[in-house]
């Protein structure tokens, strides 16, 4: 299973752009990278995934490098709301058939600041 | 449109109880499953439901069982609490199971602590 290194914590000023940075040098070709985050005492919300290109949805977009060792996640304006921790995942399969198998790590912890 | 439901939110049990941990979804997925979030340790998948009628282990399910009681709800059964026991539970769907990359909708937990 792929592992991933993610900064324990990060500042950002709010309405600025913030850059979560995440490695996972051991992925392998069909695994998908997925960020997940987390906000006080809810579950987690997915927020975005992709493969190898580049993915953009209402809320942030994935950058992932061309030999997929690393990937960014980007919140364009980030507002105080965004402050949560944020889990860089790599997707794995269960057994024999592709379940949910979260492997959510420590992520990083956003703090957005006014 | 709630998304998924857990109840209760929080809930203190003695050593040796029982307790019955409910989870409702109304996005019509497939798909179900039971993590537990403990410090340091991230989500652990307990039970899952790939689609109705069917259930299967998952990482940690000793202490446990599950009954997908129809499409939107899955229950999760502690049948003799332990201390170990004590955690965050989560529920979680996903519109599709096997073979899939649908993201997981998860609730908001339930918060059980054994004495």
């Known amino acids: 299973d792929a592992k991933t290194t993610q900064p324990p914590s990060m500042d950002c000023a709010e309405g600025r752009a913030a850059n979560l940075p995440c490695n996972h040098s051991t992925i392998s070709g069909n695994e998908y990278v997925y960020w997940y985050r987390q906000i006080h005492s809810q579950g987690p919300q997915y927020i975005i995934h992709?493969?190898?290109n580049n993915e953009t949805n209402e809320m942030a977009s994935l950058i992932i490098t061309e030999d997929r060792k690393s990937s960014t996640l980007i919140l364009p304006h980030a507002t105080l709301r965004d402050t949560a921790v944020y889990y860089c995942?790599?997707?794995?399969?269960?057994?024999?058939?592709?379940?949910?198998?979260?492997?959510f790590g420590q992520g990083t912890t956003l703090q957005v600041k006014p | 449109n709630a998304g998924v439901t857990q109840t209760p939110k929080f809930q203190v049990l003695k050593t040796g109880q029982s307790m019955t941990l409910q989870c409702a979804q109304d996005m019509n997925h497939n798909s179900m499953y039971w993590y537990r979030q403990d410090p340091g340790m991230g989500l652990r998948l307990i039970y899952y439901?790939?689609?109705?009628?069917?259930?299967d282990k998952g990482e940690v399910p000793n202490g446990y069982n599950v009954s997908r009681l129809n499409k939107r709800e899955f229950s999760l059964r502690l049948e003799s609490a332990a201390p170990s026991q004590t955690s965050v539970y989560f529920c979680?769907?996903?519109?599709?199971?096997?073979?899939?990359?649908?993201?997981?909708?998860f609730g908001n937990g339930t918060r059980l602590t054994v004495t």
């Open positions: 995942i790599v997707r794995v399969v269960w057994g024999s058939s592709n379940t949910g198998k979260l492997i």
């Open positions: 992709g493969l190898k």
């Open positions: 439901s790939a689609s109705e009628g069917t259930t």
């Open positions: 979680a769907s996903s519109e599709a199971g096997a073979g899939a990359h649908s993201p997981l909708h």
